[in-house]
């Protein structure tokens, strides 16, 4: 069976980065999910949670990547 380590907080370092380098802030990101606050975003910021598939096809969009660029594995 095929498995994929995730590693969490490096996901979230990489969406912060990713972020910033796109110079887009908590707000944008939160408006273009239609997040209400950016608890959310936060939380996959210091890598407490993951994004899931939907949020994280809009995040690749937005970022003008890909999903495989988003997540990284350990």
């Given at each position: 069976?095929?498995?994929?380590?995730?590693?969490?907080?490096?996901?979230?370092?990489?969406?912060k980065h990713i972020?910033?380098?796109?110079?887009?802030?908590?707000?944008?990101?939160?408006?273009?999910?239609?997040?209400?606050?950016?608890?959310?975003?936060?939380?996959?910021?210091?890598?407490?949670?993951?994004p899931t598939i939907?949020?994280?096809?809009?995040l690749a969009e937005?970022?003008?990547?890909?999903?495989?660029?988003?997540?990284?594995?350990?």
């Open positions: 069976m095929l498995r994929i380590d995730i590693d969490m907080e490096a996901t979230g370092k990489n969406i972020a910033k380098e796109r110079k887009l802030k908590t707000a944008d990101i939160q408006k273009a999910l239609g997040f209400n606050t950016p608890q959310s975003i936060y939380k996959w910021y210091r890598g407490l949670a993951l939907d949020n994280l096809v809009i937005l970022f003008d990547t890909t999903i495989d660029d988003i997540i990284k594995r350990r």
